[in-house]
C-alpha cells in the first residue's frame, strides 16, 4: 500500500481494493492476502461489527458429503442453480462449495463454537425447503463477525474503517478505483486499485417499516442501505433479479429480529388466530419450506381474516430443545433476544410467540461471469450468494480471483483530478446548506411510498405511480441539508437508498406474473412460463436498459 498526501486529499494505491468488510468482504480480505496481493479494505462502519453478520447469527450453510444423498455437491447445486438464479454450476461449485470447507477451518480455528453431538459430529438442520440438514448450529454466535474481523488484522489487510465510498472510477472502460470521506473527520480519500471487489451488502434495508414504525428496528443489518447496487449501476454494471430477490420473514410482535430459520428446522409451528396451523396450505415442506411461501401464507391468512395475531408454538419441544433455541441460538443471531422474551414474560416452551411479517428488503446481485467478475473489466462482487456461508465463501472465492488477475495483467489507472473535485463539492454540500430539509424527512418519504405502492400486493397503476414518485422526491436530494458528519453519512445513505428503490421499481414493472418472488401482483396472479428467468437492468449513457437471462 502507499499514501500520497495531496491538496485535494488522500490518495491510496493498492492491489486489491475491497469495498465492504462484512462477511464477503471479510472472506475476500483473507484469500487476497494468502495470494500474496496488498489488499486495501474500506468500510463505512467498523470492521469488528459492520455487515448483517455484526449482529450475530446462528447458522452456517455446510454441505459436507458426509454421507446421504443430500449432502452432495452435486445436490447442492440442484438446489441453488434455478433458471432464475444467474448462477451457473460452475459458479456454484467453485465459488461456493469447494470453498466451504476452508471457510469452516478458518472458523474452528477462530473459536466459532459449533454445536456438537456427543459423537464429535456437527449438529445439523434442514431449513427454508432445503433438501438436507445443511445448517450447523452456533453457540454464541454474537462474536461471529468479531473472530472473523480478528482473522482478517491478522492475515495483513490494510483496514479503512469508518470510510464511505461514494463513487466508483473507471479508466479505459476498466474499474480504476473510487472516492470516498472518512465520516468521522471528513477527510476525502482516493482509491486507487488493480482491481475491485464490491461486498457492499446485497440486502437493503431502511425502505420498509415494520409494525414498530421505526425504521431501524429491523431483522437484517438497518445500515446496508444500496450502495451495492447504486455504485457498480453508475458504472455501466449489469443488476439482476430486484424484481424477485426481495425478502421478508417473521419477527416477534414489534421487535425486528432474525431467528426464524432457527425456530422453524427445530419444528416451530405457526398458528393463526383461530389456533390452526395452516403453512401445510402453502408449502409441502410446511413451516420448513422456503421462506418466501411462509410470508405469502401468513399474509393470505391476514387478508381471509384469520389474523392477526399470528403466533409461533414451541412448546411442543423438548426442555433442552427449547432452552438451546432461545438462551443458546437466538442471542446469537440477535444479541438482545432475552431481553426481549424476558420483558414480555415469554418462556419458548411455555408460551406462544406472536410474530408479524417484517418489513420488505431489497434484494438482487451484479451480473457476474464465473470466476466472479462483472461486465465492468476488474469489478468483482464478492455478495453473489445467500447467508453468512454464501457471503464468506463468494468473497473468498472473488478475492482469489481478483488477487491473480491483479498479479498477472493489474495495473493502476489514473485518477482525473476534474472528477475528484466534483466529487468532493457533492459529498460535502449538506454541510454548508443553511436550510432544507434532513435525512430523516428525505427517507421517510421513500418509506411511505414503498410501503404504500410496493407492498406484498402490487399493480402496475400503483408501481407507475410509485416510480413517479420516487422521481419526484429525488427532486429536493440536492435540498438535504446536514449539520454535522453523521448526518451527512445518513444524507449519502438515503440516496444509495433511492437509486435501489428506482431500480426494484422498474423491474417490478417488468415482471409481469406472481409467484416467484415474496410478494404478489394482483393484476398478474399467475406464473407467466416465459419469465422464467433473470431481469438484467443496466444503464448507457444515463439511459435504463433491460435483458432477459444473466449471460
Known sequence: MNITETVLGKIVETDVLILGAGAAGSGAAIAARREGADVVVVEKGKLESCGSAGGG????????????????????????????SGWTPTMLENGWFKVIPVILEILEQERVNFLRNEDGSYVRTAGFGQPGAWFLNISGGQTLKRKIARRVRAEGAHVFDYVLITKL?????????????????GEFYMFKAKKVICCLGKTVNRVSTNSSGNPFNTWHDPFVTGA?????YEVGAKIMNMDIAEIATLIPKGWGAPGMNGINSMGGRELNALGERFMG???????????????????????????????????????????????????????TYNEYTSQKGICFKRDLLEVEISELSLEGGLCVSDNLETNIEGLFSGCVFP????????????????????????????IDEETAVREKERIFAPLRLQEGMNYREFEGTIRT????????RRNQKGMELALEKLNFILTYASK???????????????????KACVLTTLT????????????????????????????????????????WGAQ
Open 57 to 84: 447469527n446462528d447458522h452456517f450453510t455446510a454441505v459436507l458429503n458426509a454421507g446421504p444423498g443430500t449432502d452432495t455437491c452435486g445436490a447442492f447445486v440442484d438446489f441453488f442453480c434455478k433458471p432464475t
Open 169 to 185: 472510477l473507471k479508466t479505459d472502460g476498466r474499474i480504476s478505483g473510487c472516492l470516498g470521506y472518512q465520516v468521522l473527520t
Open 228 to 232: 451495492y447496487f447504486a455504485l457498480p
Open 281 to 335: 396450505k402453502y408449502d409441502p415442506m410446511w413451516e420448513n419450506g422456503l421462506r418466501r411461501n411462509q410470508i405469502q401464507g401468513t399474509y393470505q391468512e391476514f387478508i381471509e381474516g384469520k389474523g392477526p395475531p399470528f403466533f409461533i408454538d414451541m412448546t411442543h419441544f423438548t426442555e433442552e430443545d427449547a432452552r438451546i433455541l432461545q438462551y443458546d441460538l437466538m442471542p446469537g443471531d440477535k444479541a
Open 387 to 414: 447467508y453468512v456461508s454464501g457471503a464468506l465463501c463468494g468473497g473468498y472465492y472473488a478475492g482469489v480471483q481478483a488477487a491473480r488477475a491483479a498479479r498477472e495483467e493489474g495495473r493502476l489507472g489514473d
Open 449 to 456: 411510498v414503498m410501503d404504500y405502492y410496493m407492498g406484498l
Open 480 to 498: 438535504i441539508m446536514a449539520k454535522d458528519y453523521h448526518e451527512l453519512l445518513r444524507t449519502h445513505e438515503g440516496l444509495f437508498m433511492h
Open 508 to 547: 417490478c414493472l417488468r415482471r409481469k406474473e406472481s409467484g416467484r418472488g415474496v410478494y404478489k401482483r394482483t393484476d398478474f396472479p399467475d406464473l407467466n412460463p416465459e419469465m422464467n428467468k433473470p431481469l438484467v437492468i443496466w444503464q448507457e449513457e444515463g439511459r435504463f436498459r433491460f435483458s
